[in-house]
């Protein structure tokens, strides 16, 4: 509502022409009208996003998770615990990676708040529909209203490169386990790991390896961005985890 009431039906224009259709809460929306109109002092922290977006996000994607195991045929209907296996899966590997990303920016002094790329849960949708799986993991932001790109990615850069480091780093230790021989647990368990494996590659390969429109909110562009050699490095290691049998 706030937003109806700043841009009314200029919002149907707006909206196309900035690629935020969906966004119904992107930074764009939360604008003053001009750049004149003084920002109330209960507005310089961004509301919304936090723990309730990020949980939010991950029932939504492990909801698409499900339908498209059910349509591909690699998972029954009757298998009652797959929804909270996958649901778990993906808490963890997204748990990992906005852990890192905190706990990093915490260090270096960036007050960040988690949001989710609403439009990408859209692609989300679309891709599922095509019988694709695509896991858009959302972001954490500064949370104050203004702030540029350029001058935080000193501290951006860091804390993008520590959360796909951390979604790496568990992808080859599951992967590692799965090689010797298993994950030497019981089947409930082992399915849990195994979409968690699935799901650290599929993640990492849009995080990472394309650093480009309309992913340029992913670490992969924030790396890259920040440090060519690490963002090489990075992507080293994420295209041999994707390419192991």
């Known amino acids: 509502m706030q937003q109806v009431r700043r841009y009314g039906l200029s919002m149907l224009r707006i909206g196309p022409a900035t690629f935020h259709v969906f966004d119904l809460g992107h930074f764009l929306w939360a604008r003053p009208a001009t750049q004149d109109e003084p920002i109330p002092a209960r507005s310089r922290l961004v509301p919304g996003g936090g723990a309730s977006a990020w949980w939010m996000n991950v029932l939504v994607l492990s909801v698409l998770y499900w339908l498209q195991g059910l349509r591909a045929g690699w998972m029954g209907v009757q298998n009652l615990h797959a929804l909270w296996q996958i649901a778990l899966a993906i808490a963890v590997v997204l748990g990992v990676r906005s852990l890192a990303m905190k706990v990093v920016g915490r260090l270096i002094g960036l007050e960040a708040r988690y949001r989710m790329w609403e439009t990408g849960l859209t692609l989300s949708v679309i891709v599922a529909v095509l019988g694709g799986l695509f896991l858009p993991p959302g972001s954490h932001y500064p949370r104050t209203v203004r702030w540029s790109y350029r001058s935080e990615l000193p501290r951006l850069g860091p804390v993008a490169f520590a959360g796909s480091l951390a979604v790496l780093v568990l992808g080859w230790l599951l992967y590692a386990l799965y090689a010797v021989g298993g994950f030497g647990v019981t089947d409930l368990v082992h399915g849990t790991l195994e979409r968690a494996m699935q799901a650290a590659r599929i993640l990492?390969?849009?995080?990472?390896?394309?650093?480009?429109?309309?992913?340029?909110?992913?670490?992969?562009?924030?790396?890259?961005?920040?440090?060519r050699v690490l963002w090489v490095l990075l992507a080293a290691g994420v295209i041999a985890l994707i390419v192991s049998p």
Do not use: A, C, E
């Open 204 to 227: 990492l390969l849009f995080d990472v390896l394309l650093p480009f429109f309309p992913f340029g909110s992913f670490n992969g562009r924030r790396v890259l961005d920040y440090s």
